[in-house]
């Protein structure tokens, strides 16, 4: 079992920046990936960026893609996604997921996923 709490979420004006955290723990074997998705209710989840365990690989969702950073924090294994430039269009819940394995090369469907933390909310007022 692999257990990912996040935190950072909260309220900013349009343009503003916001930082996610993802603390990861358990079975960090099934921890290749981790990704951080976006969720309005009612709708499906929607892949933001992913990252291979060790920081080397990243992908990102085109709307996100040189406002969002996604880096790894070994020493704590921690996932963090710095947000910039935020537009009310980012206002969810983001959720962080933990997968083995990614069904093809930059997936970000949900369903490669099998972990996934509680979410944060993130809103942005104009």
């Known amino acids: 079992q692999v257990q990912l709490v996040e935190s950072g979420g909260g309220s900013v004006q349009n343009g503003g920046s916001l930082r996610l955290s993802c603390a990861v723990s358990?079975?960090?074997?099934?921890?290749?990936?981790i990704g951080w998705f976006r969720q309005v209710p009612g709708k499906e989840r929607e892949g933001v960026a992913v990252?291979?365990?060790?920081?080397?690989?990243?992908y990102y969702g085109d709307s996100v893609r040189g406002r969002f950073t996604i880096t790894q924090d070994s020493a704590k294994n921690t996932y963090d996604i710095q947000m910039n430039s935020l537009t009310p269009e980012n206002t969810d819940k983001y959720y962080c997921?933990?997968?083995?394995?990614?069904?093809?090369?930059?997936?970000?469907?949900?369903?490669?996923?099998?972990?996934w933390g509680q979410g944060t909310q993130v809103t942005v007022s104009s």
């Open positions: 997921a933990a997968g083995i394995s990614l069904g093809a090369r930059g997936s970000m469907r949900p369903t490669d996923f099998s972990f």
């Open positions: 358990g079975n960090t074997a099934s921890t290749n990936y």
């Open positions: 990252i291979r365990s060790g920081g080397e690989i990243t």
